[in-house]
């Protein structure tokens, strides 16, 4: 396994989402209202002090962070039986049949046929009549589906389709029906259980579900694990005096939609559950290739962002996604990994390693001295860009702590050593700016809000200390600028 023995060039130490202590609120305070002069009144797209202010009083909350993605959408045709049949297990249904984690369209629909015959139709107020009420409630409210509707109605029909299916698993092997057997019978009854199993327990995984959110889920918060950690210890308790509870299935199929399914399976390796069952087993047999695959899948997402700089903010929520599923997958090592899945897994760290130091960080490093690049004197001309910079360097911050774990900070380390570099340049440059205009009798009032700029975004990646030492050694410069700017700011 790839390992971060070698720390690369000597880096200060990483600061992260937090103002760093020390002189960090001073200048944060300067700042905002530094950025107050690079506002033009006339020009409708400008930046209010009272935004900036509260932007760095909220601690710097990252403004470029990815909106969660939407939930996948109903079919054409709206709920119907065979859509609720399958809520239990949306997430694990495959239509290319390739997938060996997941379950195979085709096969699903058969189990439904078998169903489908052997319930009795309902009298009165029909399935159908209920779905298709719910389905007009949420026209009329101009909402999604009610998740506690679906469960309510799900409540009792997944309960008769289990048996229903369990009865028709039995006929088949018994050579009286048919539709279970076909070309593939023992892979089709294999998947035909699996899906008996998991309908049985719909209860728990709905719950989960609603827990977690929709997909894609990035990483599970505290709470959550909490939660989830509580619901299978339950579960793994009842499993105790009945076979069919397995919790491991509920944790497979709750996988299904997280970006990190390491993480959880990292958690149930450490809970008491009880034995494994035939279908649980199962299932974990499928917890390598899913981890895998997950990984794999993002590492070429990233391929195909664009490395411009509007793509920023998407690269690096996809790299520390990335980086988190890498680092919980590792620690499947000490739960019984294979020797396998631990050499694709390095194979995996490595590919991502390269991508960081030869695609990404290029990308990183030119949107953070974007704001300097144009002369730099005049901080006038960038104020929006200015504030993205911090962002991505709160990013970086965050992404080269997240890849430590599985040492792929070798390739961002130097980097970041160069980039800083970079940022004490451009405030030499400025500080002889603000020397210049001084001993002209001048104050270079742009120059000073553009040097604090500068000093800000260093002290996001490289901590306090270095930041306060820049800061001292212009002190006379920003001072005088900031005597003659105080006069010219309105709140």
Not at 39 to 54: F, G, N, Q
Not at 270 to 276: K, N, P
Not at 311 to 326: D, K, Q, T
Not at 397 to 418: D, K, N
Request: negative net charge; glycine residues 8%.
């Amino acid at each position: 396994m790839p390992s971060s023995s070698d720390p690369g060039p000597e880096v200060a130490p990483m600061v992260g989402a937090e103002p760093a202590p020390a002189m960090s609120r001073g200048v944060q305070a300067r700042l905002a209202e530094a950025l107050l002069l690079t506002e033009d009144p006339s020009a409708s797209d400008s930046l209010r002090a009272a935004e900036i202010s509260a932007w760095y009083r909220s601690g710097g909350a990252d403004p470029l962070a990815a909106r969660p993605r939407a939930r996948p959408q109903l079919p054409s045709d709206g709920p119907t039986p065979f859509w609720l049949f399958c809520v239990p297990f949306e997430d694990m249904l495959d239509s290319t049949g390739a997938d060996p984690t997941r379950l195979p369209q085709e096969a699903v629909r058969a189990c439904w046929r078998a169903v489908e015959g052997r319930v009795a139709a309902e009298p009165g107020e029909t399935l159908e009549w209920g779905l298709a009420a719910l389905a007009e409630k949420a026209r009329l409210d101009g909402t999604d589906l009610d998740p506690a509707a679906i469960d309510v109605i799900g409540g009792r029909w997944w309960p008769i389709w289990q048996q229903s299916l369990t009865s028709a698993i039995a006929d088949a092997r018994a050579g009286h029906l048919e539709i279970l057997v076909g070309r593939n019978g023992r892979k089709l009854l294999a998947e035909a259980e699996t899906v008996a199993a998991i309908l049985r327990l719909a209860g728990p995984i709905q719950r989960l579900k609603g827990l977690l959110g929709p997909p894609p889920i990035a990483h599970l918060s505290s709470a959550q694990k909490s939660a989830i950690r509580s619901e299978l210890e339950s579960l793994g308790r009842a499993h105790r005096r009945e076979v069919w509870s397995d919790p491991r299935i509920v944790a497979h199929v709750v996988a299904q939609r997280l970006e990190n399914p390491a993480e959880l399976f990292v958690m149930t390796a450490q809970l008491e559950l009880g034995a494994v069952s035939e279908h649980g087993k199962r299932l974990g047999e499928a917890r390598e290739p899913l981890i895998l695959a997950r990984s794999a899948k993002q590492l070429a997402a990233l391929d195909e962002m664009p490395p411009t700089g509007s793509a920023v903010p998407e690269i690096i929520a996809a790299c520390e996604i990335a980086a988190g599923a890498l680092a919980s997958a590792a620690e499947l090592e000490h739960h019984g990994a294979s020797a396998a899945y631990l050499r694709e897994l390095a194979r995996l760290q490595e590919a991502f390693a390269q991508r960081l130091g030869t695609t990404i960080m290029p990308v990183l490093r030119a949107e953070i001295v974007a704001p300097w690049q144009d002369g730099g004197e005049d901080a006038r001309s960038d104020a929006a860009g200015v504030l993205r910079a911090e962002a991505v360097a709160r990013g970086l911050a965050r992404l080269t702590r997240s890849t430590a774990p599985i040492g792929a900070e070798t390739a961002v380390r130097p980097q970041i050593a160069a980039l800083l570099d970079e940022i004490e340049a451009i405030v030499a440059r400025l500080a002889e700016g603000l020397k210049a205009a001084a001993d002209r009798g001048e104050t270079a009032v742009g120059s000073g809000a553009a040097l604090v700029n500068a000093v800000r975004t260093l002290e996001l990646l490289a901590g306090s200390d270095r930041a306060h030492a820049l800061v001292s050694t212009h002190a006379a410069l920003l001072n005088a600028a900031w005597a003659e700017a105080e006069r010219d700011i309105v709140v």
